[in-house]
């Protein structure tokens, strides 16, 4: 009896340490995978807050970064993340371009924070429970404006929002049902739904829009067709880039369309920027990241092997303020 129990507990322990290891090597392959890595810290300037209320009988939330320059009647850009974010990471996945940009020009940040780590998009056969809940996220969206006009005196005649994912196509519903929040609207790595999937209540009104997509982008096809994350395909077909461009610049009265291709700078000899520009009566753009995956492209940020392809040529956080800029 004896030997067997010894024969049992070091068999047993071996099997343990075989767990705690596999788990150990699955956690670290997962986390390069999935790494999304930053070249600088946080400014220490300024300072960060968190915020958190009850809207629509549900616990909601947002944080804020403050910088030291901080105006009276500031714009505030918002900056929305994607599918499984949070609030925090998404500075991180920006690379805090916009905060040390805010530290330059006095204007405030904010990061909301979706229901449950998502947002409730034009998607009407996603899967995720902000969707199936119907989340009020334009009453959450119009609240936060006011809480953070009241607490910082910012403008809310210059209200910048960007998002990238599923927060890009958050740009989209905030575009179609509440075009009159926001100066100017930003998806990243995004593209509209297609009609029979798209249960936005859509106004065709006229906006301020620019489209950051990338053409080797493996989660949101360039060209269109069918999302899928993980395997899940629940968020059904998109336009493509092309025709999602097309489709905000068709409601305005252009009078001008540039095309213009950025200096490839960074350290991706095969990735360019190219931009198709429409100025008007509003600005109409897409950026095409050529040979960019699902990413922010930033020289202060570097995605995993997961999001298909880097872009440092542009900093997307300035590039938005230097249209922002024309737009005042």
């Given amino acids: 009896m004896t030997l067997f129990i010894k024969y049992f507990f070091s068999k047993t322990f071996f099997i343990f340490i075989g767990l705690v290891v596999g788990a150990y090597l699955s956690v670290s392959f997962v986390n390069y995978y999935f790494n999304v890595e930053t070249s600088r810290d946080a400014p220490l300037s300024g300072e960060h807050k968190s915020f958190s209320f009850i809207y629509d009988e549900l616990d909601r939330s947002y944080d804020v ?22 609030s925090q990471v998404m500075r991180e996945a920006t690379g805090y371009d916009f905060e040390y940009l805010a530290e330059e020009n006095g204007f405030l940040v904010v990061y909301p924070q979706g229901y449950k780590n998502f947002w409730n998009d034009c998607r009407r056969s996603a899967d995720y429970e902000a969707n199936l809940k119907n989340v009020d996220d334009i009453g959450y969206y119009k609240q936060v404006i006011n809480f ?41 790595v995004a593209n509209l739904p297609i009609n029979a999937n798209n249960d936005c209540n859509i106004s065709n009104k006229e906006v301020n829009i620019l489209i950051f997509n990338g053409t ?38 252009s009078y001008k369309e540039e095309f213009y291709t950025f200096p490839n700078t960074d350290k991706y000899l095969s990735s360019i920027v190219t931009k198709k520009e429409s100025t008007g009566s509003k600005v109409v753009a897409l950026y095409s990241l050529v040979n960019g995956g699902h990413i922010y492209a930033s020289p202060n940020v570097i ?24 737009l005042k």
Avoid: C
């Fill in 148 to 188: 953070v006009e009241k607490d910082f005196e910012i403008d809310k005649e210059r209200v910048i929002a960007m998002g990238i994912s599923n927060g890009g196509h958050m740009m989209f519903k905030l575009a179609y049902e509440a075009p009159e929040l926001t100066l100017l609207h930003v998806p990243l």
């Fill in 216 to 253: 080797n982008d493996q989660i949101n096809p360039y060209d269109g067709g069918l999302v899928s994350l993980l395997g899940n395909e629940s968020r059904g077909t998109v336009l493509s880039s092309k025709d999602t461009y097309s489709y905000w610049k068709n409601l305005t009265s």
């Fill in 65 to 86: 970064y403050i910088p030291k320059s901080l105006k009276k009647n500031a714009p505030v850009f918002f900056v929305f993340h994607g599918s499984y974010g949070t």
């Fill in 303 to 326: 995605y995993s092997p997961f999001f298909s392809g880097n872009v440092q040529d542009i900093n997307t956080a300035e590039e938005i303020y230097s249209v922002f800029k024309r």
